[in-house]
């Protein structure tokens, strides 16, 4: 499963990626995504939080959508929210290294 950032329909949407694949369309051969569509961001909650917490549900099936592959703009996390059912999004997703400046005398 990848969750990757998309421009659709001018708007920047969220979507889990279920698979790529090539079409002719209007004569062109186009490289193509399947994708299921999280919802648009609660903005009540983004209010309140001042944009630091951005909830969105999985609409899965009821969701479906083609794209092009150009679309996507870039992989993202959505981690479980506890006790509602929502996500949260994550950008830059890692196991991040954190330098304190200290050192360790091994010797």
Do not use: W
């Not at 499963?1 to 421009?7: A, E, F, H, K, P």
């Not at 990626?17 to 961001?41: D, P, T």
């Not at 996507?72 to 304190?100: C, H, Q, R």
């Amino acid at each position: 499963m990848t969750l990757t950032q998309v421009l659709h329909q001018g708007t920047i949407r969220f979507v889990e990626v279920r698979f790529y694949f090539q079409a002719v369309v209007e004569g062109i051969e186009e490289s193509l995504v399947l994708c299921s569509l999280y919802s648009l961001f609660d903005e009540d909650e983004e209010e309140y939080t001042h944009g630091a917490l951005n909830l969105t549900m999985y609409e899965g099936e009821d969701a479906l959508i083609v794209i092009p592959v150009k679309a996507i703009l870039s992989v993202v996390g959505m981690m479980p929210f506890p006790e509602t059912g929502d996500f949260y999004l994550t950008e830059k997703f890692s196991l991040g290294v954190i330098d304190t400046g200290d050192t360790v005398d091994y010797s």
